[in-house]
């Protein structure tokens, strides 16, 4: 049965209250090169929850806003509309570069939150040895993108991992540690994992890993969305830019690139980097329509035909299926984006100061 309002009300306010106290150690730091051994937390929701939780978001590295579905609606008991959503879908069927461009900036995606423990660890002759629990020797939040994210989930489809609890990796007493190994900087990080194979407790003394178990983290409490300004700022922008002609998603490996350095010449560095071949052959076929007109006003234009599609809108689980088909032709169409936007250390950094606010 779904929840009554006043039971979503109570549920909301009570996951505000959880979030306050957090201390800044909330988030995982980034993965370091080499080696990292991980222990991850079970459903934080029961037994029958979640092993992780998946976040959608809109937009690159410097621009990310967060999906409004990720909420629920206090009013309506239902996910948050979301007007990045609706502008994407408004936006289907539209062949014009314009349209293109700015799809291709604005879909969903998704990345996913994990509670993690890290180890104290020897590694001898390439065997790895946990020697104890690292500090500060309690849960946090690991975010992955999308792509590594497939990777620890098949980790929950193994029937061996789950012979002995149905916890699987996750149970605090006979679950298992995985190793991460994080190779490559920026744009070429790979990530794999590899389940170190022998139950073990999350620590040997009893107190320590039931003082553990107590820090596990509600993921749902964490995971919200952008506020509707927040939102609509952000289509705003990237209509400006995709008027402009910035169509592809380099967001995120551009923007990186760009924090990382100086950061001065920033939309002209951009547009010289992998889009550049995009912008020519756009700009020479979008001249004839919208090119005289103002960001501003296309985005009005936008705006309205956004009302007229909402109208005949219906439910939200269609807007996320395309989201992810598109994500998924994303990750496949290129690669270099999608191994820097699993550089999991800098988003992460980035969304904990987000979700900080
Ligand atoms: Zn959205």
């Known amino acids: 049965m779904p929840k009554s309002a006043k039971e979503v009300r109570k549920m909301l306010e009570d996951r505000e209250k959880s979030r306050e106290g957090r201390g800044k150690d909330m988030w995982f730091p980034g993965l370091k090169q080499g080696f990292t051994v991980l222990r991850l937390g079970q459903p934080w929701a029961g037994d029958d929850g979640d092993f992780w939780k998946d976040r959608f978001f809109h937009g690159g590295y410097k621009n990310k806003v967060f999906c409004a579905k990720n909420e629920i609606d206090k009013e309506t008991g239902k996910p948050r509309k979301c007007k990045v959503c609706r502008a994407y879908k408004a936006l289907k069927g539209d062949q014009s570069s314009f349209a293109r461009r ?46 590594w994210t497939q990777d620890l989930q098949d ?64 993921l749902d409490a964490v995971v919200k969305g952008s506020s509707d300004e927040e939102l609509e700022a952000f289509l705003e922008k990237m209509t400006h830019k995709a008027k402009k002609g910035k169509g592809s998603d380099s967001g995120s490996s551009d923007d990186k690139h760009k924090s990382s350095s100086s950061g001065s010449s920033d939309d002209k560095k951009k547009s010289s980097s992998s889009s550049s071949d995009d912008k020519k052959s756009n700009s020479k076929k979008s001249s004839s329509s919208s090119e005289d007109k103002t960001a501003k006003e296309v985005y009005k234009e936008m705006k309205k035909s956004l009302e007229k599609g909402s109208k005949k809108k219906g439910s939200s689980s269609d807007d996320k299926k395309k989201g992810s088909d598109d994500k998924k032709k994303k990750d496949s169409s290129d690669d270099k984006k999608k191994s820097s936007s699993s550089d999991s250390s800098d988003d992460k950094k980035k969304s904990s100061d987000d979700s900080g606010s």
């Open 155 to 218: 980790i929950f489809g193994e029937e061996e991992y789950r012979e002995k609890s149905e916890l699987g990796v996750t149970d605090p007493k006979v679950g298992m540690w995985i190793r991460v190994r994080r190779r490559g900087k920026e744009m070429d990080t790979k990530y794999d994992f590899k389940v170190l194979d022998n139950p073990c407790p999350i620590s040997e003394d009893k107190s320590e890993r039931k003082e553990i178990e107590k820090t596990l983290i509600d």
């Open 102 to 147: 700015l799809s291709k900036l604005i879909f969903q995606r998704s990345e996913s939150l994990w509670n993690v423990v890290a180890a104290k660890f020897k590694e001898r002759h390439g065997k790895i040895e946990v020697t104890g629990v690292d500090d500060p020797k309690k849960f946090q939040i690991l975010q992955m993108s999308y792509k």
